[in-house]
């Protein structure tokens, strides 16, 4: 396991002890393969990293916790380490703790390892459940600012919230959605990932009442409970099709787009107009081939940017900001107006 960093930054940034680490390099025996694992994935982090910023000075560790399908965490992440250089005076290290699903325990479980041990602060994508909240506030008492990211805890102590106005995107979504289907019959599938995701609940219900205000006949299936995963999200809409032969648009809330198009294109069933969220390298390849309407974007690096100076004020690396926090831009990306490949994350 060839690298050039010391034991320490590496147990550093893995969140373990030193001699864990060293017993992990050295190949010697008592540790499982997670663990090591971990010590690979941290390996992997700071060799990325080093190119991008000075591991000297002062260095503020940062942890990014998302729940979220593998595609978002993927731009994510390419979004926070294209912003690195851009962060000064400060220098930031980050630490990747990303799952597509799982028990609430467990994410539970991974924010009070990171109370116990010490981070500068925390990037939060997570469920708005008690068990969480309650983890946020364990967190900010040990002194570490908790950023919500995307979707917002708002009964929790947490810093700040960096993202989108989530009903301002659904209400979007359904001004678009109706000036493309106009007086045309259809029912509307809307596909949402989890019902205790805030800002998914939010872009949901400002759909619902922009449909009820301009298109009040317009009937709305909704699909729910597929984590985003293409693997669950294909038999959830392919039952719903069939149910439904009147459904002949999609919003999109939660992702899953690709199995949501396989399961049009087996009932050879058009979709006349598909409005998404977030151009991830799916919604990216999917506009290019026409096969969405519009991908309702916000700039990641801009929000991670973000997320971070706030982190950095509360550590005092930064003057505080008397201006008010106002909400990332929603941009409407169709296939004429997309941004440089470049920045779109590339397949993981």
């Known amino acids: 396991m060839g690298h050039p960093f010391p034991v320490r930054e590496i147990a550093r940034q893995a969140g373990l002890s030193e001699a864990t680490v060293d017993r992990v390099?050295?190949?010697?025996?008592?540790?499982?393969?997670?663990?090591?694992?971990?010590?690979?994935?941290?390996?992997?982090?700071?060799?990325?990293?080093?190119?991008?910023?000075?591991?000297?000075?002062?260095?503020?560790?940062?942890?990014?916790?998302?729940?979220?399908?593998?595609?978002?965490?993927?731009?994510?992440?390419?979004?926070?380490?294209?912003?690195?250089?851009?962060?000064?005076?400060?220098?930031?290290?980050?630490?990747?703790?990303?799952?597509?699903?799982?028990?609430?325990?467990?994410?539970?479980?991974?924010?009070?390892?990171?109370?116990?041990?010490?981070?500068?602060?925390?990037?939060?994508?997570?469920?708005?459940?008690?068990?969480?909240?309650?983890?946020?506030?364990r967190l900010e008492a040990a002194g570490i600012p908790v950023v919500t990211l995307v979707t917002d805890l708002p009964a929790s102590t947490r810093l700040a919230y960096v993202g989108i106005d989530n009903r301002a995107a659904g209400a979007t979504a359904a001004?678009?959605?109706?000036?493309?289907?106009?007086?045309?019959?259809?029912?509307?599938l809307t596909t949402v990932s989890r019902g205790f995701f805030r800002g998914e609940e939010e872009r949901e219900m400002g759909f619902r009442a922009a449909i009820r205000a301009r298109h009040p006949v317009r009937r709305l299936v909704e699909v729910t409970d597929s984590d985003g995963l293409d693997a669950t999200q294909y038999d959830l809409v392919l039952a719903a099709l069939r149910d439904d032969p009147g459904i002949k648009a999609v919003y999109s809330i939660g992702g899953g787009n690709v199995a949501t198009l396989d399961a049009f294109d087996a009932l050879n069933r058009p979709c006349e107009v598909f409005i998404a969220h977030d151009l991830d390298h799916d919604n990216a390849r999917l506009l290019r081939a026409g096969r969405l309407s519009a991908v309702l974007h916000h700039d990641l690096r801009q929000d991670m940017r973000r997320a971070c100076r706030v982190i950095m004020r509360a550590q005092g690396a930064l003057p505080a900001d008397t201006a008010p926090a106002l909400p990332s831009a929603i941009q409407v990306v169709t296939p004429y107006n997309m941004p440089p490949e470049s920045a779109v994350p590339a397949e993981a």
């Open 25 to 137: 390099l050295n190949g010697r025996g008592g540790v499982r393969e997670s663990t090591a694992q971990e010590v690979r994935r941290a390996i992997a982090d700071l060799d990325r990293q080093r190119t991008q910023v000075r591991l000297v000075g002062r260095t503020f560790m940062i942890d990014i916790v998302m729940q979220a399908p593998e595609r978002f965490t993927t731009a994510v992440r390419a979004a926070l380490e294209a912003e690195l250089p851009s962060l000064h005076p400060a220098v930031l290290r980050s630490r990747f703790r990303f799952r597509e699903r799982g028990p609430v325990g467990e994410l539970v479980g991974t924010l009070d390892r990171i109370a116990r041990r010490g981070s500068q602060g925390v990037i939060l994508k997570a469920p708005d459940v008690p068990e969480v909240t309650a983890a946020v506030g």
């Open 175 to 188: 001004y678009l959605l109706g000036q493309w289907l106009g007086d045309r019959p259809g029912h509307v």
